[in-house]
């Protein structure tokens, strides 16, 4: 779904180093999800924005941060980057009024070095 | 337990075989969605389908929300069907939950 916009589509970290996401939809939205996919593993929601609300995982609470200035973006922000942090990242938005269907971005693969 | 369960966990076809693909789910939902993954990792969504049958094409999705079940149908499969479709629930309190997916290899 090219509604949904990612960037970089490949970006290389150092460990220690931070990293940064971004991810914008046009459909306007108003909840806007960030996954995590690692190889034979189910994609695991990291995060959602509800509006301007923010809604984080117990288990990843202090891994990843984000910020949505308005409603057609949003960061997924990773202040020390470490190897377990490898993964391709998806971001998908939803309008919970009137539809739940998720659309997802062609994802950011991330590899920390 | 794990709350979306996907059966087989993969599946190998001979070109033209149609193939059943299961989803069951262990919780309540507001719907679900079956998603196909490209070999890069990012999903493209085939199907939200919060109940009854839907078509496209050669796929064919049915959720029965009270058995808490959903099957994506393929029917005369080709090469390119072959990699992992992923199914996933959704509600509120928790977002969209992925199963593991099925791996489907399809051979001329």
């Known amino acids: 779904d090219t509604t949904v916009k990612q960037n970089p589509r490949y970006k290389l970290a150092r460990v220690g180093k931070p990293v940064n996401l971004i991810c914008s939809q046009t459909?306007?939205?108003?909840?806007m999800y960030w996954y995590q996919k690692k190889p034979n593993q189910a994609p695991k929601l990291l995060l959602f924005?509800?509006?301007?609300?923010?809604?984080r995982e117990a288990d990843t609470f202090e891994k990843f941060q984000s910020s949505r200035p308005n409603n057609s973006f949003c960061s997924l922000y990773i202040g020390s980057a470490g190897l377990e942090y490898s993964a391709m990242y998806l971001c998908?938005?939803?309008?919970?009024?009137?539809?739940?269907?998720?659309?997802f971005g062609h994802g950011t693969k991330l590899s920390v070095l | 337990g794990q709350q979306v369960q996907q059966s087989p966990a993969s599946l190998v076809l001979q070109e033209g075989e149609n193939a059943e693909l299961q989803c069951n789910f262990s919780?309540?939902?507001?719907?679900m969605q079956w998603f196909y993954q490209r070999p890069g990792g990012s999903l493209v969504s085939l199907f939200y389908?919060?109940?009854g049958t839907k078509q496209s094409g050669r796929l064919t999705s049915t959720t029965v929300i009270k058995e808490r079940r959903s099957s994506l149908h393929i029917s005369s499969s080709q090469t390119t069907d072959s990699g992992t479709y992923l199914c996933a629930i959704h509600n509120y309190a928790q977002g969209l939950t992925f199963g593991l997916g099925t791996r489907v290899s399809v051979f001329p």
């Open positions: 459909m306007n939205h108003d909840t």
């Open positions: 919780t309540s939902l507001n719907s």
């Open positions: 998908a938005s939803s309008d919970r009024v009137s539809n739940e269907r998720l659309f």
């Open positions: 924005y509800y509006d301007k609300i923010l809604n």
């Open positions: 389908n919060p109940s």
